[in-house]
């Protein structure tokens, strides 16, 4: 069984249009999701991804283990390095890392996916950077949630690459918070951005604290409080 936070990301696997899913998860570690998405039907074939040895060898085994070694291949390199254009990839999944390595991951190498495809990312922090790359390489955000397991808030970000379709416009709102999570405005949203406030304000008494000169850093910070607060106060 998956984690609450894959078990998420799974659920927003679905078929779009009529050809078969044929994932990539890179940064698969033991290649659970796509271990649970082949045993489920949900997808006709994946290939795990692993730049480091340990969860390199934990994926071999958990294929080997579940006996489906027809319909995944295991493949040692870096980001898409491990996908050709004739994998025909219509999906990608990256979970577990930072919004930076998702991004740098997707400019190095997502054109080895086919037109069209579906991304299903799941950063554990600089989500706005990663929304920024997204709308500005033909991305348009089609879903999102934010889950909460063992007190640690999870972003999901779904997207769909839309290369013939106008440019998605995001607000700076939009960016730091999500165009859809600030929609949903549920439960885990405020509990996460209640936690992000405290923080904020946290980080911003300690710098000025340690310094009295003003800088840009601080600045960007007072901006994201005031932006945080003002969502939680409507
Ligand atoms: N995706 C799984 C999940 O969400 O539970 C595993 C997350 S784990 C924290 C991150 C994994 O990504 C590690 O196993 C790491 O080796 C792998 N990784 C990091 N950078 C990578 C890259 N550039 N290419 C492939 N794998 C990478």
Same mark, same amino acid.
Request: overall charge negative.
């Given at each position: 069984?998956?984690?609450?936070?894959?078990?998420?990301?799974?659920?927003?696997?679905?078929?779009h249009?009529d050809?078969?899913? %044929?994932?990539?998860?890179?940064?698969?570690?033991?290649?659970?999701?796509?271990?649970?998405?082949?045993?489920? +039907?949900?997808?006709?074939?994946?290939?795990?991804?692993?730049?480091v040895?340990?969860?390199?060898?934990?994926?071999?085994?958990?294929?080997r283990?579940?006996?489906? +070694?027809?319909?995944?291949?295991? %493949?040692?390199?870096?980001?898409?390095?491990?996908? +050709?254009?004739? /994998?025909?990839?219509?999906?990608?999944?990256?979970?577990?890392? !930072? !919004?930076?390595?998702?991004? +740098?991951?997707?400019?190095? !190498?997502?054109n080895?996916?086919?037109?069209?495809?579906?991304?299903?990312?799941?950063?554990?922090?600089?989500?706005?950077?990663?929304r920024?790359?997204?709308?500005?390489?033909?991305?348009?955000?089609?879903?999102?949630?934010?889950?909460?397991?063992?007190?640690?808030?999870?972003?999901?970000?779904?997207?769909?690459h839309?290369?013939?379709?106008?440019?998605q416009?995001?607000?700076d709102?939009?960016?730091?918070?999500g165009?859809?999570?600030?929609?949903?405005?549920?439960?885990?949203f405020?509990?996460?951005?209640?936690?992000?406030?405290?923080?904020?304000?946290y980080?911003?008494?300690?710098?000025?604290?340690?310094?009295? /000169?003003?800088? /840009?850093?601080?600045?960007?910070?007072?901006?994201?409080?005031q %932006?945080?607060?003002?969502?939680?106060?409507?």
């Amino acid at each position: 069984t998956l984690s609450k936070r894959l078990d998420r990301v799974a659920q927003f696997v679905e078929k779009h249009g009529d050809n078969p899913i %044929r994932l990539a998860d890179i940064g698969s570690d033991h290649a659970y999701l796509p271990c649970n998405l082949v045993l489920n +039907n949900a997808i006709e074939y994946a290939i795990a991804g692993e730049v480091v040895q340990g969860p390199y060898q934990s994926a071999q085994k958990e294929v080997r283990l579940q006996g489906l +070694n027809d319909s995944i291949d295991v %493949r040692f390199g870096d980001g898409f390095d491990v996908v +050709n254009l004739n /994998d025909l990839i219509n999906l990608a999944t990256i979970c577990g890392m !930072g !919004g930076i390595l998702i991004r +740098n991951i997707l400019e190095a !190498g997502v054109n080895k996916l086919v037109s069209g495809h579906t991304l299903i990312l799941q950063p554990n922090v600089a989500e706005p950077q990663l929304r920024s790359w997204l709308i500005q390489n033909k991305y348009h955000i089609i879903d999102e949630d934010i889950i909460q397991e063992q007190k640690h808030n999870y972003e999901i970000i779904v997207a769909r690459h839309l290369p013939d379709e106008e440019k998605q416009v995001l607000n700076d709102e939009e960016l730091l918070f999500g165009p859809i999570n600030y929609q949903k405005q549920s439960k885990e949203f405020f509990s996460k951005w209640k936690s992000e406030l405290e923080s904020t304000e946290y980080i911003i008494n300690s710098i000025k604290l340690a310094t009295n /000169d003003k800088n /840009d850093k601080l600045e960007e910070l007072e901006q994201k409080y005031q %932006r945080i607060k003002e969502v939680l106060e409507k």
